[in-house]
């Protein structure tokens, strides 16, 4: 077990990508705390964490409150007395082409993905500096390297992520915080089963593996950059896409 008692936070573990990678850290014998938005989702993810008899708390998080962040924190230590591992998961989309975009839509998907990721990282990072250890990992997308298509915002806060991922390993790492991003390509989740069946079609063509990603691609990611066997990376964007290039 790649994880054995590390304490895990990973946010928008309800469903999806988080969900997986909840459900991967506890096979690897992670105590995971399961946070989300959505309570019917952060219980289905717990059920099914306690259903493989490990350790795990749901707490309803809106990642883009301080004063709910910071209880996420308060909860973790009480309960479990250390932070090892954030994945700062969470994340929407809403897109539009620039010149239809809302200001409305453009501050939604940047206070979720850039500012919740902000949020839960420098809170994490003060209780890992104490710590003297931690591993943070944050959501980007191969639209963070390449852009898309109607996704502005969405662009926007993803190669945001990489930024921040840069600018923290260089004041985090020295003190043995490593820090690191995953780049997801198309993965089937409900973000993306919301997109026109001709688009995910097209993206599974342009892949040279000619699949779209499942969840568990990204989970497997993530339990390797946040196990020992990842000890000397730092500052890296793991690029998990089947080799799509947009
Ligand atoms: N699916 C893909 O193809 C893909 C590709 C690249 C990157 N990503 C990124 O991976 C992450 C997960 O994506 P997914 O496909 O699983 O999406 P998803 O929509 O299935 O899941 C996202 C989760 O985040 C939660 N969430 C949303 N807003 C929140 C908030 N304010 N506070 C707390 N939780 C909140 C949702 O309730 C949901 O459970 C996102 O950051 C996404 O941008 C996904």
């Given at each position: 077990?790649?994880?054995?008692?590390?304490?895990?936070?990973?946010?928008?573990?309800?469903?999806?990508?988080?969900?997986?990678?909840?459900?991967?850290?506890?096979?690897?014998?992670?105590?995971?705390?399961?946070?989300?938005?959505?309570?019917?989702?952060?219980?289905?993810?717990?059920?099914?964490?306690?259903?493989?008899?490990?350790?795990?708390?749901?707490?309803?998080?809106?990642?883009?409150?301080?004063?709910?962040?910071?209880?996420?924190?308060?909860?973790?230590?009480?309960?479990?007395?250390?932070?090892?591992?954030?994945?700062?998961?969470?994340?929407?989309?809403?897109?539009?082409?620039?010149?239809?975009?809302?200001?409305?839509?453009?501050?939604?998907?940047?206070?979720?993905?850039?500012?919740?990721?902000?949020?839960?990282?420098?809170?994490?990072?003060?209780?890992?500096?104490e710590q003297g250890n931690g591993v943070i990992l944050n959501a980007s997308s191969v639209v963070g390297i390449y852009g898309n298509f109607g996704q502005t915002n969405y662009a926007a806060t993803k190669f945001g992520v990489?930024?921040?991922?840069?600018?923290?390993?260089?004041?985090?790492?020295?003190?043995?915080?490593?820090?690191?991003?995953?780049?997801?390509?198309?993965?089937?989740?409900?973000?993306?089963?919301?997109?026109?069946?001709?688009?995910?079609?097209?993206?599974?063509?342009?892949?040279?593996?000619?699949?779209?990603?499942?969840?568990?691609?990204?989970?497997?990611?993530?339990?390797?950059?946040?196990?020992?066997?990842?000890?000397?990376?730092?500052?890296?964007?793991l690029e998990v896409t089947g080799g799509v290039v947009l």
């Amino acid at each position: 077990m790649r994880l054995k008692d590390k304490v895990a936070i990973i946010t928008g573990s309800g469903r999806g990508i988080g969900a997986a990678t909840a459900i991967k850290f506890a096979k690897e014998g992670a105590k995971v705390v399961v946070c989300d938005i959505n309570i019917d989702d952060i219980n289905r993810t717990v059920s099914e964490i306690k259903a493989l008899g490990t350790e795990t708390i749901g707490i309803k998080v809106d990642v883009t409150n301080n004063e709910d962040v910071a209880n996420l924190m308060n909860k973790t230590l009480e309960k479990f007395e250390k932070i090892d591992i954030l994945v700062n998961n969470a994340g929407i989309t809403a897109d539009a082409r620039l010149i239809k975009m809302e200001e409305d839509q453009f501050d939604r998907v940047i206070a979720v993905n850039l500012k919740g990721t902000y949020n839960c990282g420098k809170e994490a990072a003060k209780i890992m500096l104490e710590q003297g250890n931690g591993v943070i990992l944050n959501a980007s997308s191969v639209v963070g390297i390449y852009g898309n298509f109607g996704q502005t915002n969405y662009a926007a806060t993803k190669f945001g992520v990489i930024g921040m991922t840069k600018t923290w390993c260089k004041e985090l790492s020295p003190k043995g915080i490593r820090v690191n991003a995953v780049a997801p390509g198309f993965i089937l989740s409900p973000m993306t089963e919301k997109m026109p069946e001709k688009v995910l079609n097209f993206m599974k063509e342009k892949a040279p593996l000619k699949r779209l990603g499942q969840p568990e691609d990204i989970a497997n990611a993530y339990a390797f950059l946040a196990s020992d066997e990842a000890s000397f990376i730092t500052g890296a964007v793991l690029e998990v896409t089947g080799g799509v290039v947009l």
